[in-house]
Each structure stands twice: as structure tokens, then as C-alpha cells.
């Protein structure tokens, strides 16, 4: 008899234990969480990456993606099919590059900044300005090299290529320069000293303390330096809200702060 009882009351516990996990709320479902891949030109680390930050801190749940390169590299990269929502070039050229082979989201192209093209020395350096004249280059550089982008890639070489010419001294400085496949590479051999002339864009300049700026170009020896902005043909719209963030005040004084000029619209 006694054993019937003590069955009896485990039987009953067993089934209010079933009630009560029965009658509990279900955990709430996780959000699932928003993945934004941005392919970007590697000048535009620091403002963009404190851009992004903002609107991540406004938009909880959304995780951001970024991959910096010279932008031609990457229009190429997202052509090879790289799942890369939104892209921002530091030249119109590799827009253009996508946008031919119709991989840009139609009427979402904007240009977003400006910037300015600079000669920068290490920090160490003796040298306080520096002419654009084939004397000061000489002296300048003695047997060392001057370092940017390639100009077959980086917007920053093509730039400077560009300016070069322009200035009649590119038949000069063409044995001396080191070509590097970005901008920031560019920066670091000058930041380092193992180059003694970078040029690179004066946001570049800003960001790294142990460079200083020597000589600024001209906007008149160069292409207008220009940073478009577009979705890609894929995007979604958590791709587009960022978008909308990086052209309005927020990520203006962002990117102001980093040294770029916010084209008007």
C-alpha cells in the first residue's frame, strides 16, 4: 500500500512539472543578424570604419563588413563575383569599370567626397617643404625611392602619374618610384623610413603621425579626385539604409573629421 502511494505522488509531481514547463513563455526567437559587406578604397579606412561604427551603434543587430583595397582591385573582385553590397572607389573610373558591365544598382550611384593629392616625408625628416622642381626632387630623394600607388590599379598612382606629367617630372622621378598595390602601403613605406618621398592623399597623411606633408598638389595637374558611392546589383535594403547614413550629417562630420571634403548633392 505504502509503495502505491509513493508512486502515486511521483506521478503527480511528473505531471505539475509537465504543466508548469507547459505554461512557461517561450524564450523569445533571436533576431537573426544583418550582414552589410562594403568593398572600399584603402584611404578610406579610418573615416569609414568610424562611420560604419555610428550607424551600427544607431542600428543594433547589423554587423558590417569591410574590405579595403585599391578600388580598382576590388571592381574587380566584385566583377569575380564577391558578395559585396555596397562599393566606394576612389576614382570615377573603377565606378565606371562596374557600372559597364551592369553590376551596380541603376540611379543609387552618388559621388560622396573629395580629397587631396600630397607629397609626404617621414616625420624625421630634415626636410620642411619641398618644390616641384626637378632640383628639389633630386636632392630630395638622392637614391632613394618615392613611393604610391601603381598606377595601373591604385586611383593614388594614377593621381600622381598624372600630376607628374603634368609638371614635366615624371620622366625623372619613373625609375624612382616603388609602386605599391594601395594607397596605405604607399603610406606605411614612407611612415617607416624605408622610403624617403611617398605621395599618397593628404586624409592619409593625417592618420599617420609619423609622416608629415612636404608639398600638395594643384587641383589643376590632376583628375578631380572624386569618391562615388553605389549599391550593388544584389544589395538589399539594409545596404541602402547604410548608404542613406554615410550621405547624411552623422557621417559627414565623420568623414570631415578624417580630413575629406563631402561633396554637395
Known sequence: MLNLVRLGLVCLFAFNAAVVRAEAPSAAPVAAQKTITIFAA???????????????????????????AASLTLARQIEAGAPADIFVSADTASMDYLAGKSLLKPDTRTDLLGNTLVVVAPASSPLKSLDFTKPAFTAALGSGRIATGDPA?????KYAKSAFEKLDLWSLLESHF???????????FVAREE???GVVYATDAKSEPKVK????FAENTHPKIVYPIAL?????EEAASLVKFLKGREAK????????????R
Open 42 to 68: 584603402a584611404s578610406l579606412k579610418n573615416a569609414l570604419d568610424e562611420a560604419i561604427a555610428l550607424y551600427q551603434k544607431a542600428h543594433q543587430g547589423v554587423d558590417a563588413k569591410t574590405s579595403y
Open 178 to 188: 616603388a609602386f605599391t598595390d594601395n594607397v596605405r602601403s604607399a603610406l606605411v
Open 153 to 157: 590599379s591604385v586611383p593614388a598612382g
Open 195 to 197: 622610403a624617403p618621398l
Open 253 to 264: 562630420a565623420a568623414f570631415e573629421r578624417n580630413g575629406f571634403a563631402v561633396l554637395k
Open 213 to 216: 606633408i612636404v608639398a600638395t
Open 232 to 236: 550593388t546589383r544584389g544589395a538589399g
